[in-house]
């Protein structure tokens, strides 16, 4: 904000931190300019020597996290070594130009850069999914061998925490579509929490406010959809969300502290975590999600994975019980929810 010696006068509100320009943003929930180092601080979100990968994509979320966070640590002195870290699915015409964002991010934040990719990871771009799939069910691929591919490329860089920027919208629709599925695991998950944590660094802005945000500040960000984004299911829960805003414009906000204060019964029965047993990632079943798919996609039986309550044991055949680490979190469309 420019210092100027007297108040503006005007009709429009005031920013509340300098008292002296027009706002150019507004927070929802206090209508006040979102604080994102005391809410840092606040949940004590880092401490001093942390290794932080920043999930980047390119995107107005991620570009607005790894922007405000390399500016929050050099300002702050937090102490924190920050890396971008990104996910190439091998998407012709989307991701290969959504990375070149990310490569320019890299020398604008002096921010290492690492990038692990489908094909190297699963052997399979999401290119070659499609095309053996068709477009059903592509997004359920892609959100579980990302979900993997973050978690590997965060070993890769022995980070301790991976942040990833999420816009209010898509965090309600995520809180919506876990309930309408009936996923309450991923409510009661230690992954999910942390994510919360993080989202609160910048969930309480809503899509505008981050392209208001990302205008202001002149990030260099990429804006264009996935060519590969059907998904009609979440398109439903934002248009009903949307419709939910119109009538009450704390309705989003809501939304997300429900999901927050979401408990399950000490009583109900939930899967156990372990390893899978083909590549030892977490599961609550033998195989991992990705493992099924990949077995399938190699199998030439893609669908052998498909659907909430299919999983394959050691032996390959189908197990009908609930694999509790599928992230229904990230199998959708990235348009709307990047990591
Ligand atoms: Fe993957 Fe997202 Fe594209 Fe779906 S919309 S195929 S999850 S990048």
């Known amino acids: 904000m420019e210092a100027d010696s007297k108040p503006k006068k005007s009709g429009a509100r005031l920013c509340c931190v300098c008292n002296q320009n027009r706002a150019a943003l507004k927070r929802p929930k206090t209508l006040e300019q ?5 809410v840092i601080l606040e949940n004590q979100l880092f401490k001093p020597g942390e290794r932080i990968a920043i999930g980047a ?23 924190l070594d920050l890396f971008l ?52 069910n592509n997004c359920t691929f892609c959100g579980v061998f990302r979900r993997q591919a973050l978690d ?4 890769l860089l022995k980070v ?8 209010a919208d898509d965090i309600a629709e995520t809180v919506l579509l876990n309930i309408l599925r009936g996923d309450i695991a991923s409510f009661n998950s ?14 309480c802005q809503n899509l505008n406010k981050f392209s208001t945000y990302a205008y202001f500040k002149k990030l260099d960000y990429f804006s ?16 009903f969300i949307k419709d939910l805003e119109r009538i009450r414009p704390r309705a989003i906000l809501d939304i997300i502290k429900s999901g927050e204060d979401f408990r399950i019964s000490t009583t109900t029965k939930m899967p156990e975590q372990g390893t899978c047993e083909r590549c030892g990632y977490i599961s609550s ?33 189908k197990d009908r019980k609930r694999d509790s680490r599928t992230p229904s979190i990230e199998s959708k469309q990235c348009g709307s929810l990047e990591f």
Not at 121 to 132: A, C, N, P, Q
Not at 152 to 155: F, L, P, Q, Y
Not at 160 to 167: C, E, I, L, Q, S
Request: charged letters at 25%; aromatic letters at 10%; proline letters at 2%.
């Open 190 to 203: 230690e992954f999910i929490n942390i994510r919360f944590s993080l989202w609160l660094m910048l969930g």
């Open 160 to 167: 301790d925490k991976v942040a990833t920027g999420h816009n």
């Open 152 to 155: 590997r490329g965060a070993a």
């Open 57 to 79: 994509s390119g995107g107005k979320d991620s570009t607005v996290l790894a922007y405000v966070l390399s500016e929050l640590n050099r300002r702050h002195n937090y102490g």
């Open 85 to 136: 870290l990104s996910v190439d699915e091998g998407i012709t015409g989307y991701r290969d130009d959504s990375l070149e964002t990310v490569k320019r991010n890299e020398l604008q934040y002096g921010l290492p850069l690492k990038i692990v990719s489908y094909k190297d990871l699963y052997g399979w771009t999401m290119d070659e999914i499609v095309k053996m799939i068709g477009l059903k």
């Open 285 to 317: 079943q033998k195989w991992c999600k990705a493992c099924v798919l990949l077995e399938g996609l190699n199998r030439g039986l893609p669908k052998l994975g498909i659907g909430r309550n299919q999983g394959l044991n050691s032996d390959g055949k």
């Open 34 to 38: 979102e604080e994102i180092h005391q």
């Open 224 to 239: 264009t959809e996935c060519i590969y984004s059907p998904n009609a299911y979440r398109g439903f829960a934002r248009e």
